[in-house]
Every structure is written in structure tokens, then in C-alpha cells.
């Protein structure tokens, strides 16, 4: 803003005014996100109808997954909706599947889309692997994989032409690796040891994967395990770190290789606790002598912004004097890791502050509960039975489960922390998430980055949450958004919680999607409709 010209009597308080005018609009006008909606697409549900499972195929679409109860002979029809980045329909097919077999979870690579099914009803049933190519819409290759052990799996990924499985064997870590080509499965050596955990198995940028292990043992010489491997399950590095006497590393997550740094991400806590004290990242270099960093919450700029403001300076101030006294603070949370972004400057870790708000429920107590929870130690990482980080799956619960209508986890806010290629933290950010409520633990927001702001987007109701902020600055506006409706004269009668979500899709593009039940007073019939609903938001 520039004024060439004021009245002698009110220049200076107009140079005054405009100063702080002129401060306040640099300080907010950045980051003032213009968010569209510019596609919405519907599908009519009935109450018998089963849920969808979105599935992102980034710039090639989404697909939505549904089994229905509809039956050829002893098969049932899973239906299967591809939609293009405009979510116009581009195929829609039906693939049969054995009665009562559970879909655990799904893998994308380029035009294929691979669902995994356990076959019977205990975690010892074999599994059967559908290869749907999305471009032609068709079913394109169909697998039974059958283990010959006792094997219950955690984690599933698709790497170059392979499939790898990850999880246990009597409590012990496992990894498999299937070859559709030959049909053959091996066991990947190195991984049956006692008292250790498979944190993560994530698949690189570069046709390699990641395998994370963290000795829970009660031994002072306990260690951190990282293995990379090839597609056909060759080692090709391995970086062995000594953990701290008296800290846990609860879980991680791992960059996959769109830089030419590996580092490791998660959060840590006391060795017998089960919540996080902070954060901690570690370079992976097998050629040199590194350590884990280890971030306290409390130091950190925005962690705290879900308490009161008076609290979270106390909070603050005590951990400083703490560290500054070599104590250790005493802060603690319940924190999930969700997603790590790498972006041309380092590498942010998305996670969420919740709080098991009902543990009374038996099905978190209870490691076993389910036939689908396979880690054996629960203790160091609170996951809802059902979920696992590395199944890449919409639903942390199983299908028809009743435990989706109670609200046992409470979530509090989303934080992102900004590392640099060593492992430091250059800043952080959060946005409050107005205490939702969730039945099991779930990602409930998302984030997308460019070269000068980070933008928040989670969804409340039928109401869109946006915070931008500037990663410069790091000053930030909030915006609310009403979730766009099809047609004119759509109102929203209700909105059907638990069954919905918000994830990035790609550049700078997100999708929501929910379930509404819609009245249209315009209509002369029909003026209710009930649909599943996904809209395309881009954020600018």
C-alpha cells in the first residue's frame, strides 16, 4: 500500500493506521487459501448397502470398493467404480469373491490395483490376491497365496513384480515375499528373532523396500534394525543403531527415496509407557556411526496449541528448565504417526494427538480380541485392533463390525514437524481438530505443501476446516468451508459420521468423502435421496 498525499491533521495518525494495516495484510494475505470445489460425484445408497473403501490412484483417479449382497452361486459380487481426477465414472465392474472372505487391505502400482483377501475366518486361512487393472476396467490376474506357516499378517505391499507380506510367526517378526510369475513364496531371512518388532515395511521410490525392527526385549543392548531389500528380497544395506537404556521407540515411519535421503521418523517415550514423550528421527548411513534425535513435545513451537494457553506455557517452560538441567521432562501424549511428505527442502511427518477416551471397550484391552490383530506387542504401540500402518486401507475396522457406532478415540489436533536431511527440526504447525470423535484410531485430516505455505484441511460434519500457513512467517488464517452440494435447491438433512474422510490427493488437490441424506423441495418426486458423496477440493 503506498499514500502519497494526507491532510496535515490526520498524518500521523494515518501513517500510524496504514503502518499497522500495512503489517496486519503481509502478515495474513499470503496465505488466504482460495479453495474450490469444482466436482462432486454421488452414488444413491440404500441401509443394505455396505461402505465404501476410497481408494486413491492419485493422478489416475479413485476407486471405491464395496462388497454386495449379491451372490453368482456360492460367490459374492465386490463392486468396483473407477473414477477419473474430474470423478466422472470411468468403469464400473463386479469381481467375485468366496462368501465371507474379508478384505484386508489394498496396493496401487500405476494402472493396477491389487485387493487381498483372507480366505476363512482365522488369521491361520490362506489369502487370495485380485489384480484389477483400472485403466480397462477388468479383472486382469487372480492369486491364492498360501502360506505353510502359522502366519498373521500386518503389513502388505506390492514392490516391482513382487508381493511382500509382513508379520508374525509365533510372536516372532516375519516377512514373506510371493512371486506371482512362478507362484512360489520364500522367506525372507533375518527376521525371526525373539522379543523384536516389525515397525515398518514400506516400499521405495526405486523398486526397493524398507524394513524397520525395534528389540523390545529387556536387555541393555537393545537396537534398532533397518534393512533395505530389492525387489526379489536381497539385502542391500543394513544399518544396526543402539537405542537409549531408559527410551522406546513406539513406531516409525520411513521416507521412500524421492530424495536421496533415508531417514526414520516416529515418536518415543519411556521404556514401560504407553504414551510418547516426543518425537525422534535417525539418518539412515550404514557406513557411519549415527544417533537418534530425540525432540521433546514440549519443546516444540506449536504442539501444544490444542491446550489451554496458560497450560501450554507452563508446559513449555518446564520442559526447557528440564532439558536445560539434563532432567527429563515429564509431558507426555498419545501420538500417531501417519504420513511422511518429502519435499524439495527435507522431509515432513504428519501425526495426530488423540486420546483413548473409552477404554473400557474389551476390543482394546484385549491384543487378541480379533482374528485381525497381529501384533503382539499392543503395549508399545496403541493401535486400535485392525488398524496396521503398513496395510494402506481406508477402514481400521473390519467389515460389518458393530464397534464403528461407539466414540472411543478422541482426537485433539494434527501436527506437522518439518525435519531437514539430517534429522533436525527446522519448525512445526498444527491445526486443533475440534474434538472429534472416532470408534477406532484413524487419520482424520490431511495436509498439503508448496514452495511457500502448508495448508491444513480436515473435515467436521458437513463442513470443510482449512488452516494456511506461511512457512516463512508462520503466520496462518482458518477458513470454513460448506461442503458443495450437487444440484440447486440440495439441502443436507443429515450427515452420517464415522464413515467419512479426507485425504490428499495430489499437487494441490484433496477429496472428502461421507455419506448424506439430501431433500430437494425444488423436485416434485424423489425430493430425498441418501448417496455416498466425493467432492474434489483444490486449494490455491
Known amino acids: 500500500m503506498k499514500c502519497t498525499y494526507f491532510p496535515a491533521v490526520l498524518r500521523n495518525v494515518s501513517i500510524a493506521l496504514i503502518s499497522f494495516v500495512t503489517l496486519t495484510l503481509s502478515a495474513s494475505s499470503f496465505a488466504q487459501a482460495q479453495v474450490q470445489q469444482p466436482e462432486r460425484f454421488e452414488v444413491e445408497r440404500k441401509n443394505s448397502d455396505e461402505y465404501f473403501t476410497v481408494v486413491s490412484l492419485e493422478e489416475e483417479g479413485v476407486a471405491l470398493v464395496r462388497e454386495r449382497d449379491k451372490y ?29 472372505f474379508a478384505l484386508l487391505g489394498y496396493e496401487i502400482d500405476d494402472n493396477l490395483l491389487y485387493l487381498l483377501f483372507r480366505t476363512g475366518e482365522t488369521t491361520r486361512s490362506d489369502l487370495e490376491l485380485v489384480e484389477i487393472n483400472t485403466a480397462k476396467g477388468e479383472e486382469s490376474a487372480r492369486y491364492e497365496i498360501t502360506p505353510e506357516l502359522d502366519f498373521k499378517i500386518t503389513h502388505f505391499n506390492k514392490v516391482g513384480p513382487n508381493i511382500i507380506l509382513g508379520g508374525y510367526v509365533t510372536n516372532e517378526p516375519a516377512i514373506l515375499l510371493f512371486e506371482p510369475v512362478n507362484n512360489s513364496i520364500k522367506v525372507i531371512p533375518g527376521f525371526f528373532q525373539k522379543d523384536n518388532e516389525l515397525v515398518e515395511l514400506r516400499v521405495n521410490e526405486n523398486e526397493t523396500f524398507n524394513a524397520v525392527l525395534i528389540d ?78 530425540y525432540y521433546h513435545f514440549g519443546s516444540l513451537n506449536h504442539f501444544m496449541d490444542y491446550l489451554n494457553p496458560k497450560r501450554a506455557e507452563r508446559i513449555k517452560e518446564s520442559t ?33 494427538v488423540y486420546n483413548p477416551s473409552s477404554t473400557s471397550n474389551p476390543y482394546y484391552n484385549t491384543p487378541y480380541g480379533r482374528p485381525y490383530y497381529a501384533n503382539p506387542y499392543y503395549y508399545y504401540n496403541p493401535f486400535w485392533p485392525g488398524y496396521f500402518p503398513g496395510m494402506r486401507m481406508y477402514r481400521p475396522y473390519a467389515y460389518g463390525d458393530p464397534i464403528r457406532n461407539n466414540d472411543n478415540i478422541k482426537l485433539h489436533e494434527t501436527v506437522a514437524v518439518a525435519f531437514n536431511s539430517a534429522g533436525e527440526v527446522m519448525w512445526d504447525q498444527s491445526i486443533v481438530l475440534d474434538e472429534m470423535k472416532r470408534p477406532a484410531l484413524e487419520q482424520v485430516s490431511d ?22 500457513i506461511s512457512l516463512e512467517e508462520g503466520t496462518a488464517t482458518e477458513a470454513t468451508e460448506k461442503i458443495q452440494l450437487k444440484e440447486p435447491g440440495d439441502e443436507i438433512r443429515t450427515e452420517k459420521e464415522l464413515e467419512d474422510g479426507v485425504r490428499h490427493w495430489f499437487g494441490n488437490a484433496f477429496y472428502v468423502w461421507g455419506y448424506h441424506s439430501i431433500r ?21
Open 72 to 100: 453368482e452361486g456360492n460367490k459374492q459380487l465386490w463392486e468396483i467404480t473407477v473414477l477419473d481426477t474430474n470423478l466422472a465414472q470411468r468403469h464400473k465392474l463386479d469381481v467375485q469373491i468366496n462368501h465371507r
Open 216 to 293: 523390545r526385549s529387556l536387555r541393555t543392548d537393545r537396537k534398532l534394525v533397518f534393512r533395505t531389500f530389492d525387489a526379489g528380497g536381497n539385502l542391500l544395506l543394513e544399518d544396526v543403531v543402539p537405542l537409549d537404556e531408559q527410551k522406546s521407540l513406539q513406531n516409525s515411519l520411513t521416507s521412500t527415496l524421492k530424495r536421496e535421503e533415508l531417514l526414520l521418523l516416529g515418536t518415543w517415550g519411556d521404556r514401560q509407557g504407553k504414551q510418547s514423550l516426543g518425537f525422534f528421527s535417525v539418518a539412515i548411513d550404514p557406513f557411519n556411526q549415527q544417533k537418534i534425535n
Open 320 to 352: 526447557l528448565d528440564a532439558i536445560s538441567d539434563e532432567r527429563k521432562p515429564t509431558f507426555s501424549s498419545y501420538v500417531m504417526p501417519f504420513r511422511i511428505e518429502e519435499t524439495p527442502g527435507g522431509f515432513v511427518l504428519l501425526a495426530e
Open 447 to 468: 495436509f498439503y505443501t508448496d514452495d511457500d505455505d502448508l495448508h491444513f484441511l480436515y473435515k467436521k460434519e458437513s463442513e470443510l476446516k482449512i488452516k494456511s
Open 520 to 540: 430437494n423441495a425444488q423436485k416434485k418426486e424423489n425430493r430425498v435421496r441418501d448417496v455416498f458423496y466425493i467432492n474434489k477440493i483444490v486449494v490455491n
